[in-house]
Structure formats: C-alpha cells, structure tokens
C-alpha cells in the first residue's frame, strides 16, 4: 500500500500515474494500431466471406442451363407435369391408358393357430424371403414380415369371430412399389417347399384373394397418327421430352395436352438477382474505400478499405468480369452494364427481349460472365492462397507482433512502476531520517546553556 508523501507532502501517487502515462505512450500506439488493424482485418474477412458466397452462386450461374426457367401445364388432372433446367418450350398431347398399380394381397380368415407358419415371400424375379415360424398371431407374422424387407408390407384386418366366438383376422400384403415387375405371392411353407413345388399360395386358399394386380402404367404419345408410341412405367413417370416428366395419374380416353413455355419473369429473376449480388459487392468495395474529409481543424477519416490495393485490384478484376464482352459483344446487350460512375445495373426488360429473341446466345453469354466472375471471386477468396486471403494471413501475422510487442511493454512499464515507487519510498525514507536527524540537532542546540553578557560599566 502506497502512502503519499508523509514526510514530503508530495501527492507521489499523482506523480507517479502522470510519469508512467508518459512512458506508456509508445504502448498506447502499438494499442491503437492493434485496434486499426483488427477492424481491418473484420472488414476483409466480411468481405471474403461475401466472395466465396459469390464464388458459390456464379458456380451455378455459369451452367448452360441455369436460366432454363419453364412453367408447365396440363389440360387435366389425369396427368402432372414436371419440368427441369434443360426444357425447352414444348406441347404434346398423352393418352392415359394404365395407372402404375401396386400389387396387394389377402389372405382368408384365420384363427391364433393359422398363422404359425412357415411362410415364404416370393417375388416377380424369383426370389425368396423365408419368414420364420412360430407367430403366435396374426400380428406377429405381419411384423415379421414387415421385419423382412421383402418388398411388402404386411398389416392385420380384423375378420368378425367364428362360430365358437374366436377372433379371426386377415393380413392384407401389398408391395412397396408399383409396377409389374413388382408384384408377389406369399406362399405357405419354407424356402425349400417353394423350390420342390410343396408350398401353397395363399391366394389359392378359399376366402383369400388378389386385391389389385401389380402392374405398369401405359401412355401412348401421338395417339391417332402414324406416329403413335407406346410407353410403360413401373412408378408412372414418363419422360416425354428433355427435362419433361409426366406422372399418370388418372386414365383418360381422350389426348391431354401437356404445355411448356419459358417463365420469363424467373429467367429475369435469375439474372437480375446474380447481378446485384455482384453489384452489391462493388458498392460495398466503393463504400469502403472513400475518405471523408473533415472540417477545418478535423482530421480527415480514412474508409476501412482506403489505400489496399488488393482489394482495388478486387473491384478491377470484378468489374473487368461483368463488363467486358464475350466474344466481341457487349454484357450491355443482355441489359447488364456499367455506369460512368462504375456502378452495376441490370436492366430487366433488354435482359427480357435478349431472351426472347435467342434465348440460347442470351443463356451463353451469361454463363461466360458468371464463369469470369467465378474465376475472379476465386482468384481473391480462395482459402487456402487467394489474394485476399493472403491479404487477411497477414494482417493478422501483423497483428500477432504488434500484441508480442505489446505484451513486451506491459512488462516494462511494470518495471517502471516498481522503480518510480521504490525512488519516491527512498525519497520519503531518505527526508524522515532527515528530519529526525534535524529534530535531534535543534533538541542538542537548545539544551545548550546560556551566556549572559555583564552590563557595561
């Protein structure tokens, strides 16, 4: 504990703070370029973040098919319509001759002891699934069953009582998926009783019974004309064109139209959004970068980006990538330019007439941007020895030392601290002893007897 000077009067403490703000000045400095820099090196990685996204989205901007944007539809519910990237406008007309059916079995009625098995799952292909016996009920044989992942689900139907009272259930059996080549028989017996020929179909059995027969779903395109074709599906799905997918759903007697036109106002979406998340960037660069120049007397603040050439160099090599032509011909002509001012716009209704008018230049010109852009972006944000991630490596290299060297100063001062008060304490020792010592000597002279001068005759 630290007393101000007793001895001295001085107020040491005030001394001593006032001494060490002057030496912690260099300190102070590093502080405050540590301070400058972390928020430096915040905005770059911000930024790089945002580029890697961008990398990301020019990626899939850069596919040949990235504006293929298409509504789809159909002149009746007996069909659904679906349509991918690479669709083009289309129209035919299909006929629904079959739905894809799902093969389902039940058996008859049975009490505790007919389910006891064995029983064997044999598929269209062959194949078989022995299910073990010893159920002891219904329930149990359809859980294992559904334990057998054969193909088929298997669920209890409850059956009325027989004569005696005694519950009776069913199992109904359908298979997992639809078509022919999905269909099945459970047959009564093991593995070996299906292969010598012993087993019993349990559909042969009186009271059980084929529910709905697996079987494909059929449509025929160019019904009527010497073109006509035929197809068959074990889903229900049919490719009709490329990216066209239409799903039977209903039978039909009479053709259903299936339709596929652009969607511009997506196509347009598509573009503008990529463009402004470009532009974003730009202006973000721009933002940063500025310096406001203050008022007489001010300093003037510098932006978070002012005076980096990497990142200036990052805004050339983005604007280079949006603006230049491919092959010979101008962004501007798709509605994506530069202002005079450097600011990117994209202007939605030449974007509109571009595509309407060839829409497959139109598509091939945005993909070369987006592929500049990528390659750009990439360039810059790469994590492991992009330009400005090298940028941020050291920054933060620089900001390691100026924290070594900060920590360093923390140690001296501390020294210096310990000194200052050492010096004051001597100081304030030194004068007590003083003035002991000057106590002790007024103390001797005034114990000193007296001399009296006689009166002059």
Do not use: C
């Not at 159920?135 to 334990?147: D, R, V, W, Y």
């Not at 005694?166 to 070996?192: C, D, E, I, K, V």
């Not at 998340?277 to 721009?286: N, P």
């Amino acid at each position: 504990m630290n007393i101000d000077g007793l001895v001295s009067g001085l107020d040491t403490t005030k001394i001593i703070n006032s001494l060490m703000d002057v030496a912690a000045i260099p300190k102070n400095q590093i502080t405050a370029k540590i301070t400058d820099r972390t928020s430096v090196i915040t905005n770059l990685q911000s930024l790089n973040a945002s580029l890697q996204d961008l990398v990301a989205k020019a990626k899939t901007a850069k596919d040949p098919h990235s504006l293929g944007a298409f509504t789809a539809t159909a002149s009746s519910d007996a069909v659904k319509v679906v349509v991918g990237a690479s669709a083009s406008r289309f129209s035919t007309g299909v006929v629904v001759d079959a739905i894809a059916r799902a093969h389902s079995v039940v058996t008859a009625a049975g009490g505790a002891t007919t389910w006891s098995g064995p029983f064997t799952v044999v598929g269209a292909d062959g194949k078989t699934t022995e299910i073990p016996a010893g159920a002891a009920s219904a329930a149990e044989l359809a859980k294992n069953i559904n334990a057998a992942k054969a193909g088929v689900t298997a669920s209890v139907v409850p059956a009325g009582t027989a004569a005696d009272g005694t519950p009776l259930s069913r199992l109904q059996l359908t298979a997992t998926a639809t078509g022919a080549a999905n269909t099945f028989s459970l047959q009564r017996g093991t593995a070996a009783d299906v292969a010598t020929g012993t087993s019993v179909d349990i559909t042969t059995e009186q009271g059980a019974a084929i529910v709905t027969a697996g079987s494909d779903a059929r449509i025929r395109l160019f019904a009527g004309t010497a073109a006509e074709q035929s197809l068959t599906s074990a889903d229900g799905s049919f490719t009709v064109g490329e990216g066209i997918t239409v799903t039977a759903v209903k039978t039909t007697s009479d053709p259903v139209t299936v339709a596929v036109s652009p969607d511009t106002k997506a196509q347009s979406t598509t573009a503008e959004t990529f463009v402004k998340q470009v532009s974003a960037l730009l202006t973000r660069i721009d933002n940063g970068s500025k310096a406001t120049i203050g008022a007489p007397g001010k300093d003037t603040t510098l932006g978070v980006f002012t005076g980096d050439s990497t990142v200036r160099a990052l805004r050339g090599a983005l604007a280079s990538a949006v603006q230049s032509p491919v092959d010979g011909v101008s962004p501007s002509t798709i509605g994506i330019s530069i202002d005079q001012y450097g600011a990117l716009s994209f202007d939605a209704d030449r974007f509109a007439t571009a595509m309407a008018a060839d829409p497959e230049r139109t598509q091939a010109m945005f993909s070369a941007i987006s592929a500049r852009v990528e390659s750009a972006a990439g360039t810059y944000s790469d994590k492991y020895d992009g330009l400005l991630t090298r940028r941020i490596t050291g920054q933060q290299s620089e900001v390691k030392s100026l924290q070594d060297q900060s920590d360093a100063w923390d140690i001296r001062l501390a020294q210096r601290r310990a000194t200052l008060e050492r010096t004051y304490a001597t100081l304030e020792t030194q004068l007590s002893a003083l003035q002991s010592q000057s106590s002790w000597l007024s103390g001797q002279l005034g114990s000193l007897p007296q001399t009296k001068s006689s009166p002059s005759s």
